[in-house]
C-alpha cells in the first residue's frame, strides 16, 4: 500500500527529548558562563543576560544571546508565555518573587529551574511532572556535576509520575482529578488499573509492593484509565470515584465530504460521533481521506487545529478493503464503492471498524464518517537513539554528556552488568531493560522497533559504544530498515574504552601509535585474527588485547604471545588489567615472558609495549621520541 500523500506529520510543539524552548535567564557574569557551560549539553532557544554581563565576556559567535538593563520582571513576563520551561541562575527566593504573579495552572505554566551560582545546586522550583522542571534539573545537574534537588511526591517512592505515564508513546491526558490520585499514590493507597489499548511498557517497571491492581473489579478503588474510550459515566456518578485518564491515539478518521464543506461542521460531526458511541476525542489519531480531497480546506485546518496527520489513498487503494457500506454511486462518482470506511481501516493498518459509516447533512455542508481503530497507537514524536558508551565501569569515568543523555531516555537497553553499574542514574519514569550478553542482534532490534514507535531509546555499550560495542549493530539494522538517516535521530555518546582505562592504570603506554585486536573468533575468522596480530607485532604497535580468553575459547592468548615473543624482546611490558573502575579491579604490569595466560579471561585486557616501551617502578611508559633531559 502506497500513500499517496503523506504530508508532513505534525510534530509536537516540543522538539527532541521534550526540552524545546528552553530559556536561560541569567544575570551575573558567572551565571552567564555556567549558562555557556550548559549551552552544548542542551538546546537553549535563548539565553538573556544584564547588558553589562557582555562587558567582560562576549557572546558565543553563533548564538543568540540576549540582554536587557534595568528590571528582569518583563522579561520573565514576555518569555513565560513562549517558553516550555524557564532555566534561572538566582537564588530560590528571587525566582519565586519573580516567577509568583506569572503562575496560572500546571497544565500550560513552564517548568522553572534554578541554579545555584556556584553551581553545585540545581532545584527544580514548579512545573515538576508537567513543565519538565524535574526532567531539566536531572540534566543540568548531570551536565554540571551538580547535585539535583528535585522534591516531587512520586520520587520517593520510585514510582513513575502519573501525569507523565504516556507521554513517551503520544498519549494524550484526558479528564482527572490528577492531584488526587497523586495523594492517594503518596498515601500509598491501592489504584485500580484498567489498560484497553496502548503500550504496556511501563507496567514492567514497578517496584515492589507498587500501589496498582490490574482489571480488579472494585468500583471502591480510584482508578487509572487507559483507552481509547471513555470510562462508563454510570459508575462514577454512584460512587463518586476518582479517576485518571489518559488516552492512546489509536481511532483513526475517515472522511468524505461535499467540497467546501466548514470545518466547523465536521469538527462537531465527529464530536457528536464520538460521543455517541463513547470514543475519546483525545485518541483520534489522523483523518483519512481519498487522494482528491488533499487541497479540501476542512481538513487541512482540522489537521493544523488538532496536530492531526492527514492520510490520503487513491480510489485503486480505496477499493481494496472489504467495508459494510459499499455504494455504487460512490463508485460512479470517485471510482470506488467506499471513502470514508476504506479510508479508516487503510489508516489504520486494521480491520477493526469502530464506526460504520455515518452520514451528516447541514447548512455548512454535508461529510461522511466511519472510525477505524489501530492495533498500535500514533505517536507524533520523533524517535531518537543515543548509542551511549558507559566507560569501562565507575560513575565517575561516564562523561558528563552520556549521563545527560541517559537521563533523557524513555527506554534503557543494555547488558545487565552494565546497567547495573549505572542503576543508581535512572529515575522511575524509566524503562530499564536488561539483556543476556548474547542477544546482541535482538537487543539491537529492539532499540530500533523502539525508537521507531517514538521513543528516546539509550543502547548502553561499556566502554565506548563504537569500540566492539553495540552502536555499530544498531547503525546496521538501521540501514536495513530503509532508515532516511534522520528518523529516528541518532546520537553517539562517547566513553572511555578499556585500553584507555588500562593505560590510565599504568602510566602512558599509549604515547605512540596503537591498536586493538579481539581475540574472539565468534564472528571474525581465526585466520585474520591471527594476520592482524602478525602485522601489528611486526609493525611495533603497541597492542590492546580485547576478549582475551573465554573459558572455551583459550588457544587464541597463547598463539598471541608467541607471535608477540617472536617479533618482541621478553623484557617488552605487558599490562594485565581486569575489571577496570569496577568492584575487584586488578592490574599488573610485567613482562612478555611473566605473562601466565590461566590469569586471563573476558573480564581482562592485555596490553603489550612497543620495543621501546619501558617499566619505570610500576608504570609502563612509552616514549613519544623527545630527547628528555636536552632541555638542559
Ligand atoms: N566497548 C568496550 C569493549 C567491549 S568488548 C570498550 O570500549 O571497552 C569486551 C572486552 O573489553 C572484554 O573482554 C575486555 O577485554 C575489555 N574490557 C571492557 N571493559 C573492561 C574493564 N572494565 N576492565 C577490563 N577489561 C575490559
Redo the contacts with the bound molecule.
Keep these: 500500500m502506497t500513500i499517496v500523500s503523506n504530508f508532513s506529520d505534525p510534530q509536537p510543539p516540543l522538539s527532541k527529548g521534550g526540552y524545546g524552548g528552553i530559556v536561560f535567564i541569567a544575570p551575573t557574569p558567572v551565571g552567564y558562563r555556567l549558562g555557556l557551560q550548559l549551552w552544548d549539553g542542551l538546546p537553549f532557544q535563548e539565553l538573556w543576560t544584564r547588558e553589562s554581563t557582555l562587558d567582560s565576556i562576549a557572546p558565543p559567535g553563533d548564538r543568540p544571546v540576549k540582554t536587557y538593563r534595568d528590571s528582569l520582571a518583563p522579561v520573565v513576563a514576555e518569555c513565560w508565555t513562549r517558553a516550555t520551561q524557564l532555566i534561572f541562575v538566582l537564588p530560590v527566593g528571587a525566582v519565586v518573587r519573580l516567577i509568583a504573579p506569572l503562575l496560572q495552572q500546571k497544565a500550560t505554566d513552564p517548568g522553572v529551574v534554578a541554579i545555584a551560582e556556584t553551581g553545585q545546586f540545581v532545584v527544580s522550583v514548579s512545573g515538576g511532572h508537567l513543565g519538565g522542571a524535574d526532567a531539566l534539573t536531572r540534566r543540568c545537574a548531570a551536565v554540571l556535576g551538580a547535585e539535583p534537588v528535585v522534591t516531587s511526591a512520586s520520587e520517593g517512592q520510585q514510582l513513575p509520575a502519573l501525569d507523565l505515564l504516556g507521554r513517551p508513546y503520544g498519549w494524550q491526558r484526558g479528564r482527572g482529578d490528577w492531584t488526587k490520585i497523586a495523594a492517594f499514590i503518596t498515601q500509598q493507597k491501592p489504584i485500580s488499573v484498567k489498560q484497553a489499548c496502548g503500550e504496556s511498557l511501563w507496567q514492567q517497571m514497578l517496584p515492589e509492593g507498587h500501589p496498582f491492581r490490574f482489571d480488579v473489579e472494585d468500583d471502591s478503588l480510584p482508578q487509572l484509565w487507559i483507552s481509547d474510550r471513555l470510562p462508563p459515566e454510570e459508575n462514577e456518578e454512584k460512587t463518586g470515584r476518582s479517576r485518571v485518564c489518559w488516552h492512546p491515539r489509536t481511532l483513526w478518521l475517515g472522511l468524505g465530504c461535499e467540497r467546501g464543506t466548514a470545518a466547523e461542521f465536521i469538527e462537531a460531526s465527529i464530536r457528536q460521533v464520538l460521543r455517541d458511541r463513547g470514543l475519546a476525542w483525545e485518541s483520534v489519531a489522523g483523518i483519512a481521506s481519498i487522494a482528491l480531497k488533499q487541497d479540501e480546506v476542512a481538513f487541512q485546518t482540522l489537521g493544523d487545529r488538532y496536530h492531526w496527520p492527514r492520510r490520503f489513498f487513491n480510489a485503486d487503494e480505496l477499493s481494496q478493503p472489504s467495508v459494510p457500506n459499499p455504494s455504487e454511486v460512490v463508485e460512479q462518482a470517485v471510482g470506488t464503492p467506499s471513502v470514508a470506511e476504506a479510508a479508516a481501516l487503510l489508516s489504520a493498518q486494521s480491520q477493526e471498524l469502530l464506526v460504520t459509516k455515518q452520514v451528516f447533512k447541514g447548512d455548512g455542508g454535508a461529510c461522511t464518517i466511519a472510525v477505524a481503530r489501530a492495533s498500535r497507537e500514533y505517536n507524533p514524536r520523533r524517535g531518537h537513539l543515543y548509542l551511549i558508551?558507559s566507560g569501562?565501569?565507575s560513575l565517575n569515568q561516564l562523561t558528563a554528556a552520556a549521563r545527560s543523555a541517559l537521563l533523557d531516555c524513555d527506554v534503557v537497553l543494555g547488558y545487565g552488568l552494565y546497567l547495573d553499574l549505572l542503576r543508581p542514574l535512572f529515575h522511575p519514569n524509566q524503562i530499564v531493560e536488561a539483556s543476556q550478553i548474547t542477544q546482541e542482534v535482538q537487543r539491537a532490534e529492539r532499540a530500533v522497533a523502539l525508537a521507531q514507535q517514538g521513543l528516546t531509546v539509550g543502547m548502553v555499550?561499556?566502554?565506548?559504544?563504537?569500540?566492539?560495542?553495540m552502536a555499530g549493530l544498531v547503525l546496521e539494522c538501521l540501514a536495513q530498515n530503509h532508515w532516511d538517516g534522520r528518523s529516528p535521530s541518532v546520537e553517539v555518546m562517547p566513553?572511555?574504552?578499556?585500553?584507555q582505562?588500562?593505560a590510565a592504570r599504568v602510566g602512558a603506554p599509549l604515547m605512540h601509535d596503537f591498536c586493538a585486536i579481539?581475540l574472539?573468533n565468534l564472528m571474525t575468522p581465526w585466520e585474520v585474527i591471527e594476520k592482524r596480530l602478525e602485522a601489528a607485532a611486526r609493525a611495533d604497535f603497541v597492542v590492546a588485547?580485547?576478549?582475551?580468553r573465554s573459558r572455551t575459547r583459550t588457544e587464541g592468548i597463547e598463539i598471541a604471545l608467541e607471535i608477540f615473543r617472536r617479533w618482541r624482546s621478553s623484557q617488552t611490558p605487558v599490562a594485565i588489567?581486569?575489571?577496570?573502575?569496577?568492584p575487584g579491579?586488578s592490574v599488573q604490569c610485567l613482562t612478555l615472558e611473566e605473562v601466565d595466560v590461566t590469569q586471563i579471561d573476558?573480564?581482562?585486557?592485555?596490553l603489550i609495549g612497543n620495543s621501546s616501551t619501558f617499566l619505570h617502578r610500576g608504570h609502563i611508559i612509552t616514549p613519544r621520541g623527545y630527547s628528555v633531559g636536552a632541555s638542559s
Excluded: F, H, K, Q
Aim: proline share 5%; hydrophobic share 35%; charged share 10%.
Design positions: 558508551g569501562p565501569g555499550s561499556s566502554g565506548d559504544c563504537g569500540i566492539y560495542g566513553g572511555i574504552t578499556a585500553l582505562a588500562v579481539s574472539s588485547l580485547y576478549n582475551p588489567a581486569r575489571s577496570l573502575y569496577r579491579e573476558m573480564l581482562t585486557v592485555l
